[in-house]
Structures are given as C-alpha cells and as structure tokens.
C-alpha cells in the first residue's frame, strides 16, 4: 500500500524567466502571404489536379477489370 504524497506549499521559481506573451505580427504576417501564395497557384492548378485524379481512378477501375477478366 503506497502513501499519497502531500501537496506542495510553496512553488519554486525556475531558472528561466516567466514568459510573457505578444502578439507575433512578423509571424501572422509571413504566415498569411504563405497562404495567399499557395491559393493563387494551387486554384488556377485544380482542375488539372481533378483531372489527373479522375484519370487515374477510372484507369485503377479498367485494369482490376481487365485482371479480373484474365485470371476467371
């Protein structure tokens, strides 16, 4: 049967100091133009990107058919 250890009463400080938060503009900043980057090339590149996607399921499609075909 253990013990259960009695609660601590006091705290003790750390070595490093306490943080104090601030908004990170350079960050938001920097984050919203990658993202901004991203939109303008990825939406005019959908289409193509559906496109290929399409192809290649109806392509997956057709050649487990045409196994399936060839081991009956």
């Known amino acids: 049967m253990s013990v259960a250890p009695k609660p601590v009463k006091k705290v ?4 490093t100091p306490p943080y104090r938060s601030r908004p990170d503009a350079e960050m938001t900043t920097i ?3 990658v993202f901004l980057v ?3 090339l990825l939406v005019p590149l959908a289409p193509f990107i559906v496109a ?3 192809v290649t ?3 997956d499609y ?3 058919q045409t196994n399936s075909d060839a081991t009956e």
């Not at 003790?12 to 070595?15: A, K, Y």
């Open 52 to 54: 290929l996607w399409a």
């Open 12 to 15: 003790l400080r750390t070595v």
């Open 62 to 64: 057709v050649s487990d």
């Open 31 to 33: 984050g919203w133009l």
């Open 57 to 59: 399921k109806v392509s």
């Open 38 to 40: 991203l939109l303008v």
